[in-house]
């Protein structure tokens, strides 16, 4: 099992960036082909890792085929892998993303990144009620060392319902509720990346557990799970 990422990785996307069309592409397809097979060992690895401290149902490598059918960009390809792992649904909430890019644009993300109406109605419910639960984790020494604080989309103002001069105001007006942890190329060949991007993920894992709770419960606290 593959727990390295191939140097040839960043070779290849380098030239693709250069490259980016169909006819370098194809006559460059074995060569992809031999570097996705080992990408895919990469994050079957991960998947095992993150199993032995949490419940992970799937691991998805995206496709390099970029869908330009809405998009003003058209160039065809991707110049990066990324894959997702799903936490076991609908009693564990949230997700854990693995980005691999060239020119030390390589990063993990943690979190929610496009919460349900429902489920974002509820996480706001609960900051204004009580933020105290939620300021404990991110002012945490340890968690914050390694993730900091929210990254994503959030509202100018207070969202219809809520009041501008709540106290938690700023956690309320999130839309999105994402970490994000950015490596070195350097960081990514070496021989425990995938050790260390385990161990962070393990570091979310306060998160995780006040957003499942929060996201499977009403206000009350009685479950929504049946």
Do not use: C
């Amino acid at each position: 099992m593959t727990e390295t990422i191939p140097r040839e990785t960043f070779t290849f996307l380098k030239d693709l960036e250069k490259n980016n069309n169909r006819d370098w592409f194809n006559e460059h397809k074995s060569a992809f082909k031999e570097i996705e097979s080992e990408i895919k060992q990469v994050y079957n690895q991960l998947f095992q890792m993150l199993n032995k401290h949490d419940e992970i149902d799937k691991v998805k490598l995206f496709r390099i085929y970029r869908d330009v059918r809405f998009s003003k960009n058209k160039l065809p390809y991707k110049t990066h892998f990324g894959g997702s792992f799903n936490r076991v649904k609908p009693r564990l909430r949230g997700g854990y993303y693995l980005h691999i890019q060239p020119n030390n644009e390589s990063f993990i993300a943690t979190g929610f990144w496009e919460p349900s109406k429902e489920d974002l109605l509820r996480i706001r419910k609960e900051f204004e009620m009580d933020d105290q639960d939620m300021r404990d984790i991110l002012n945490n020494k340890s968690f914050n060392s390694v993730w900091g604080g929210f990254v994503g989309d959030e509202l100018k103002t207070a969202p219809k319902g809520f009041d501008k001069d709540h106290p938690a105001i700023d956690l309320i007006r999130r839309k999105q509720f994402i970490f994000t942890k950015k490596y070195t190329d350097k960081e990514v060949l070496s021989s425990n990346f995938l050790k260390e991007v385990n161990q962070a993920f393990k570091a979310i894992r306060p998160f995780f557990d006040y957003m499942s709770e929060v996201l499977t419960t009403d206000l009350n606290g009685v479950s929504l799970i049946k």
